[in-house]
């Protein structure tokens, strides 16, 4: 019977001890919050980003990709609503002075509120019960305040007309920024969607959840533009393939469900959001969110035209963003600059948007936690990470069984064959069932090994990583087979 994780803190000595991630500046004590990805962390979470990206831009006529720079305009954080209300509220225990978010604090009685959305809607004011998580102290708490989740730094060489930029909290309204842009050179029409993978920044408050909340992380977003009146079955549509996406690459359906955000929770324009969530098996299970897929309405891109109409105001107020009005909207809104004109309808309206909003760190460590595995084989006990080929960091390791008789050689050129196609790794070191052992806990799907018939007959064996059977094959025909096997 195989066994799963059961403490986070077996996944991190794991995703240390094989190179997949590290804390960041750890030979400084490390950073916070922030990871780095190793030799075989890099791999998995490309392949992750991969796989969403053929998904959701090249297996779709409907869609197309964009890379926005990080630093934008600061009206765009303005606009957006993110200067004024992206906080978490806090509250900071009177006996040890640690500060935790509001909706994070257990009651005395277990009860926790999973709100994750840093948005104004948390009016959480009551914390007479609730347990501070450092010292275990219960109703010691101050009144509840903001803290703002957006980095600041500052652009330009002079102290007198530098300004306050924002390192991007979302990748989404770069999107929104480049709406016409992608429609005036592009020949889409509604329903379409725009896809972009990349970084962003938080400073959040809530610490010590390995990948899962990072001050520094990938996302990667969808935001599908469709006509009002259609959002509805646009938002099933996007619930159905998302959800499809992360069991079409393995991850089992028992550890996944969608929750649907309380009213409470659900952002003022916000007409319905769904998130998928995944069982993380560590402690009793906890099931936490992996993406939101939202319907934003029309809020977006009408910001954005207030946004666009208040750039007087940045610039009277010497271009401190956070003084800056937002202008009132037009009355004439509907025929604002990022308003579309439906040719069939004869109709200019703006869009509708489905917003699907993953975190490639949060898939990146599903897939992970999902395909681990331990096993007892033979009386000896075997880690194994049951990747889907597609995420898998290394597809094709190859060895030679020993090193004389010419069998270095020979697995030397099925590796520089190979290579050209998929990701391999050549080993010649130790005794053969270690190196099985080792990539099966890099979740590698197939080791190949030349050994003494090789130089005879011309064949090798391939020994598959789940079921640890081994084939013989021709060394012609592995890359026919190894493609065949692992559909790539
Ligand atoms: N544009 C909408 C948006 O950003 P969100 O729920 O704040 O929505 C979307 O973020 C996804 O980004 C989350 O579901 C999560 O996977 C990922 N994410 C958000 N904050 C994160 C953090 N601090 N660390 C890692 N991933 C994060």
């Known amino acids: 019977m195989a066994e799963t994780l059961k403490k986070l803190d077996e996944l991190v000595a794991l995703c240390k001890r094989r190179g997949f991630i590290f804390q960041s500046s750890d030979i400084y004590g490390g950073l916070a919050s922030c990871y780095d990805y190793g030799p075989l962390g890099v791999e998995l979470k490309k ?4 796989a969403w990206w053929k998904s959701v831009v090249q297996m779709r006529d409907d869609m197309v990709g964009l890379d926005c720079s990080i630093l934008m305009h600061p009206m765009v954080w303005k606009s957006s609503g993110h200067v004024d209300k992206f906080a978490d509220l806090i509250a900071e225990c009177k006996k040890c002075n640690t500060r935790s978010r509001v909706d994070h604090l257990q009651g005395a009685e277990g009860d926790e509120t999973t709100h994750h959305s840093h948005t104004e809607t948390q009016d959480h004011t009551d914390l007479s019960d609730k347990v501070c998580p450092s010292c275990q102290s219960v109703g010691q708490f101050t009144e509840p305040m903001p803290f703002k989740l957006m980095f600041e730094t500052k652009m330009g060489a002079n102290a007198d007309d530098s300004m306050t930029v924002y390192l991007r909290p979302e990748t989404a309204q770069g999107i929104f920024a480049n709406f016409s842009n992608v429609l005036n050179t592009t020949r889409l029409k509604i329903p379409f969607g725009i896809a972009q993978m990349g970084k962003s920044f938080r400073n959040e408050v809530t610490t010590k959840a390995f990948i899962f909340r990072t001050r520094e992380f990938e996302q990667m977003e969808i935001e599908f533009f469709c006509a009002p009146g259609t959002d509805d079955d646009w938002w099933e549509h996007w619930k159905e393939q998302r959800m499809s996406w992360y069991k079409d690459l393995g991850i089992r359906s028992e550890n996944l469900r969608f929750r649907a955000h309380a009213d409470d929770e659900l952002a003022h324009y ?6 998928v969530e995944y069982k993380f098996p560590f402690g009793s299970g906890d099931w936490q969110e992996l993406e939101g897929i939202a319907n934003r309405t029309d809020y977006d891109l009408r910001q954005h035209q207030r946004g666009m109409r208040s750039l007087t105001s940045w610039f009277e107020n010497k271009r401190n963003t956070e003084k800056a009005t937002l202008a009132q909207e037009s009355e004439e809104w509907h025929k604002g600059p990022l308003s579309y004109f439906d040719d069939e309808k004869k109709q200019r309206y703006i869009p509708y948007v489905i917003e699907p909003s993953a975190g490639a760190d949060r898939g990146t460590l599903a897939f992970l936690v999902d395909a681990y595995a331990e096993e007892e084989v033979r009386g000896e006990r075997r880690n194994v990470l049951r990747f ?21 050689e020979k697995a030397r050129n099925i590796y520089n064959e190979l290579r050209k196609y998929f990701t391999c790794f050549y080993d010649e070191k130790s005794a053969i069932g270690r190196r099985y052992r080792r990539q099966d806990e890099a979740g590698t799907p197939f080791c190949i090994t030349v050994d003494g018939d090789t130089a ?5 064996t391939v020994r598959d990583r789940d079921s640890m059977e081994q084939n013989r094959i021709n060394s012609d025909q592995l890359l026919t087979y190894l493609r065949e096997k692992l559909d790539l």
């Open 270 to 275: 916000a007409k319905a959001c769904v998130d």
């Open 47 to 50: 392949n992750v980003k991969n």
């Open 456 to 460: 005879q007959d011309g064949t090798v």
């Open 388 to 408: 889907h080929p597609s995420l898998a960091p290394v597809k094709v390791a190859v060895f030679p069984l020993v090193k004389r008789d010419g069998m270095p």
